[in-house]
Nanobody
């Protein structure tokens, strides 16, 4: 079973910067999408950023222009650089990988999440 492990969370001031990293136990090129979700207690997970296999990215309106995906295919990591943090960005950030397994079925793999708190 593939493992995704997030790191980099913590306390950040409003307007500050923070970089999250998702370490994947297998080649990240095997994933159609590597995405970041945010969850606030009591709410559903919200998709904030997607990095597609061949290089394109997509962001939610709430983070467009502030968050940037990057991937390192030699280290098998997918990072999310986040700038200009807002208090409403507070939440648990999860890394998710979507791919097709050998049987042809869609497979979703999730990390355990990392907490980010935006506060002065």
């Amino acid at each position: 079973q593939v493992q995704l492990v997030e790191s980099g969370g913590g306390l950040v001031q409003p307007g500050g910067s923070l970089r999250l990293s998702c370490a994947v136990s297998e080649s990240i090129f095997s994933f159609n999408v590597l995405a970041w979700y945010r969850q606030v207690p009591g709410n559903q997970r919200e998709l904030v950023a997607s990095a597609f296999r061949y290089g394109s990215s997509k962001y939610s309106d709430s983070v467009q222009g502030r968050f940037t995906n990057s991937r390192d295919f030699t280290k098998n990591t997918a990072d999310l650089q986040m700038n200009s943090w807002k208090p409403e960005d507070t939440g648990i950030y999860y890394c998710e990988g979507e791919r097709i397994d050998p049987s042809g079925s869609k497979e979703d793999d999730w990390g355990q999440g990392t907490q980010v708190t935006v506060s002065s």
